[in-house]
């Protein structure tokens, strides 16, 4: 099932199976989804990769509300992204994957075809920082969000995939 965007064309329809591949759920995204879908927490909503369609395709995370389908909440990466030199192509963005952290309620993204990871407080809207080469983002208006390195770094470009990990260690080691 696909929907026709700026780019290639998406699913639109998210199944619930279960192991035998039976189909318990469907549920229908409109501007169609790609790359990932997510459990916020388990058993609970789904946050997806879509597209806003107002111009432009793979820009958008949104949450869907599992026990309706309904899509509860959409954020547009046009919105959070104010550097308007970087949204060059309907393609702009390209998100690959999303994922949220129940700890403090944001999502983080990743735009491969702006070499980073950005971070987003879920309940507000407010970009908490981005994970890319500083070079990338000299002299925008999203500067100030960049984490500064601390050492030599070797940066990622067109990444496909990002995801926070906690780190476990055992004192002493």
């Known amino acids: 099932i696909l929907k026709p965007s700026y780019g290639v064309p998406h699913a639109t329809a998210i199944y619930r199976m279960d192991?035998?591949?039976?189909?318990?759920?469907t549920m229908y995204v409109n501007n169609g989804l790609h790359h990932d879908?997510?459990?916020?927490?388990k058993g609970g909503n789904l946050l997806i990769a879509t597209n806003s369609l107002e111009g432009y395709c793979?820009?958008?995370?949104?949450e869907v509300d599992v026990k309706t389908g309904k899509i509860i909440k959409q954020l547009n990466m046009n919105d959070i992204v104010t550097e308007e030199s970087v949204k060059d192509s309907a393609d702009w963005a390209h998100m690959n994957t999303v994922s949220y952290?129940?700890?403090d309620n944001s999502v983080l993204v990743c735009l491969r075809n702006l070499?980073?990871?950005l971070k987003i407080d879920w309940a507000t809207n407010e970009l908490k920082w981005?994970?890319?080469d500083p070079f990338f983002w000299q002299?925008?208006?999203m500067e100030k969000y960049v984490l500064r390195p601390v050492g030599d770094i070797k940066w990622f470009y067109q990444a496909h995939s990002s995801f926070q990990m906690e780190k476990k260690y055992k004192e002493g080691s």
């Open 19 to 25: 192991a035998f591949g039976r189909v318990h759920r």
């Open 58 to 62: 793979e820009d958008a995370v949104a």
């Open 115 to 117: 070499h980073s990871v």
């Open 37 to 41: 879908v997510v459990e916020m927490t």
């Open 101 to 103: 952290d129940k700890e």
């Open 130 to 132: 981005i994970l890319g």
């Open 139 to 141: 002299g925008t208006t």
